[in-house]
């Protein structure tokens, strides 16, 4: 699978390219107020968050590897996964960025099983995370057996009722 990865995302950027490429070309020989054009915005961006799903996925089967990145840069590239795990619309929060070290794909693993508490969630309170820096504040508490993971990837994890703090491991 690992050796896939790359090749298969590499496949996945040209076709993504190619029909957004052929797609802003029609969009601008279009009014905004046609109704193609309505529906080739959509499928522009329903092309893009299928890149950004696509993507995460894929970074599931690399090797591993750490290197520094910006916090928001990273949580924006797991983040299309892990709104995929919780099932139903996630906010999310920047109030800061810091540079973090995470070890990929075990801190995306990690962190797929930590989202999956979502799920317990009552319908009427809503999925929420809030990124301040190297910690990433959830409103829930964490599945069973998900502590373990999140440790063996080098992310902290405190909890105070329904809420819990991850550490992400800083740079």
């Not at 950027?13 to 279009?30: G, I």
């Amino acid at each position: 699978m690992a050796g896939l990865a790359r090749p298969m995302q590499h496949a996945v950027n040209n076709m993504v390219m190619v029909m957004q490429a052929n797609m802003d070309s029609v969009l601008a020989s279009l009014p905004p107020e046609d109704k193609a054009a309505v529906r080739l915005t959509r499928a522009a961006q329903a092309a893009r968050d299928m890149e950004g799903l696509v993507r995460a996925f894929l970074r599931l089967g690399r090797p591993e590897e750490r290197s520094a990145v910006d916090s928001g840069r990273f949580f924006g590239t797991v983040q299309p996964l892990l709104a995929l795990v919780v099932g139903r619309p996630l906010t999310v929060e920047s109030a800061a960025t810091a540079t973090v070290a995470p070890r990929r794909p075990a801190v995306d693993l990690a962190l797929v099983e930590a989202f999956a508490g979502a799920k317990a969630l009552p319908r009427s309170t809503p999925p929420k995370a809030r990124l301040d820096g190297t910690v990433l504040e959830v409103n829930w508490p964490l599945p069973e057996g998900s502590a373990a993971a999140l440790a063996e990837a080098g992310i902290g994890a405190e909890s105070a009722g329904e809420v819990t703090r991850l550490l992400l491991p800083a740079a």
